[in-house]
C-alpha cells in the first residue's frame, strides 16, 4: 500500500466527519477534472469543486444501488451528502490502479486479458434492471435549457433538440444544420425498436480499476443513463481513436492511441452482442454526431464550437474518428 500524508486538509477532515469516518490513515491527494479526490487505503473520498453536475453523487448512489446484486464489479458508495464545502461523496477503494495508469507497461496479453474482463462487466452492466426515464438530474436541466456542465453522453431522442439549439446561435450556419437535420430524421428509424439498458456513458481509461489484469471496478457512474446499449462504445470507441483527449486531469497526458488500436477488436471477441446491431456504423456516427451537435450549440468557447461545426461536416459526408477503427 502506498504512503502519503495522514488526513489534515480540513475539507478531507469535514467529509470524513460528515460521512461518519475516522480521520485515521493515510490519504493521497489527487487532482480531477470536477473533484477533488483522497484516496486512502480503504475509502476514496471525492469533494465537487464548483458544484455544476446537480445531484451527481446523489445520481451515482442510485446507479450504484441498482448494481448492488449485479455481477458488475464496482465500488460501494457509502456515503454522500452536501457540506460547506460542496457536494461529497464517500466510496469503498477497489484494488488496483486505474486503466490509464496500468496500460503503458503492460505486456499485449495483459492488455488484451483487462479488455476481455471489460467485456464480461459491460455484459453484466447491461442486463441491469433500469428505470426506462434514467437520466444524470444535471443532463435533465441542459435539455431543458439549462446550462451545459458536459457534453456527452448522447441521448437518442433529444438529437434534433440539440439542431434547434444550434440555429438559436447567431452567426449558425443554416444551410448546415438544415443538413444535419435531414441526416437525424432519417436515421431515427435506427433506434426504433431499442430497449433502453443502463450504460456507463463515460467509458474510459480514467474510470476503470484493474488489478493483475482483470477490471475490479467501474467507476464514476455520475454520466450513467437508460440508453440503448452501443451508445457505451461511443466514449470507448473515440477513446481509442483519440486517446490524448482523455487525460486524467487537465494537467496530464492522455495514452498514446497507438496502444489501443486492438481494443475494439478484444472486446469485441468478449461481447460480440455489443457490436451486432444492424447499421452499427451509422448508428455510431449518430452518437457522435449529437455530441457534436452539443458542443457547436452549447460551448462557450467559440474555437470549440468552431471546430465541432468543421467535424460536423465530416460527419454528414461519411466521415468521422470512426474511419481508423476495425473491430
Not at 164 to 192: K, T, Y
Not at 255 to 267: A, I, Q, R
Not at 287 to 296: I, R, T
Request: with cysteine; hydrophobic share 45%.
Amino acid at each position: 500500500m502506498f504512503v502519503d500524508e495522514p488526513a489534515n486538509d480540513p475539507a478531507l477532515l469535514r467529509t470524513l466527519a460528515a460521512a461518519g469516518l475516522p480521520a485515521t490513515g493515510r490519504f493521497l491527494p489527487k487532482a480531477g477534472w470536477v473533484s477533488r479526490v483522497w484516496i486512502g487505503d480503504e475509502h476514496v473520498v471525492r469533494l465537487s469543486n464548483d458544484g455544476r453536475f446537480r445531484d451527481a453523487y446523489r445520481h451515482e448512489a442510485a446507479v450504484v444501488n441498482l448494481l448492488a446484486s449485479s455481477e458488475v464489479p464496482h465500488a460501494r458508495i457509502l456515503a454522500h451528502g452536501d457540506g460547506p464545502d460542496g457536494p461529497w461523496c464517500v466510496s469503498e477503494r477497489l484494488p488496483g490502479r486505474t486503466v490509464h495508469e496500468v496500460w503503458p507497461a503492460a505486456d499485449s496479453h495483459t492488455r488484451q486479458a483487462i479488455i476481455e474482463s471489460l467485456g464480461i462487466a459491460l455484459r453484466a452492466l447491461h442486463r441491469v434492471p433500469v428505470p426506462a426515464d434514467l437520466l444524470p438530474p444535471w443532463l435533465a436541466d441542459a435539455l431543458a435549457g439549462k446550462p451545459w456542465p458536459a457534453f456527452h453522453p448522447p441521448v437518442v431522442s433529444a438529437a434534433l433538440q440539440q439542431v434547434e439549439a444550434a440555429r438559436r446561435l447567431p452567426g449558425h450556419d443554416s444551410r448546415l444544420l438544415a443538413d444535419v437535420a435531414d441526416w437525424i430524421q432519417e436515421r431515427l428509424a435506427l433506434f426504433a425498436a431499442d430497449e433502453p439498458v443502463l450504460v456507463h456513458g463515460d467509458l474510459h481509461g480514467s474510470n476503470m480499476i484493474v488489478d493483475q489484469g482483470r477490471v475490479t471496478g467501474l467507476i464514476d457512474f455520475a454520466e450513467a443513463l437508460a440508453q440503448p446499449a452501443d451508445v457505451e462504445l461511443d466514449t470507448i470507441l473515440r477513446w481509442c481513436a483519440k486517446a490524448r483527449q482523455f487525460p486524467p486531469t487537465p494537467d496530464e497526458r492522455g495514452l498514446d492511441e497507438t496502444t489501443l488500436t486492438k481494443v475494439p477488436g478484444w472486446l469485441h471477441g468478449a461481447y460480440p452482442e455489443l457490436f451486432e446491431r444492424e447499421h452499427l456504423r451509422e448508428r455510431l456516427q449518430f452518437y457522435d454526431m449529437y455530441g457534436e451537435l452539443a458542443l457547436y450549440a452549447h460551448h462557450p468557447q467559440s474555437d470549440i464550437r468552431e471546430a465541432a461545426q468543421d467535424r460536423i461536416a465530416r460527419l454528414l459526408s461519411g466521415h468521422s474518428h470512426l474511419d481508423g477503427l476495425t473491430w
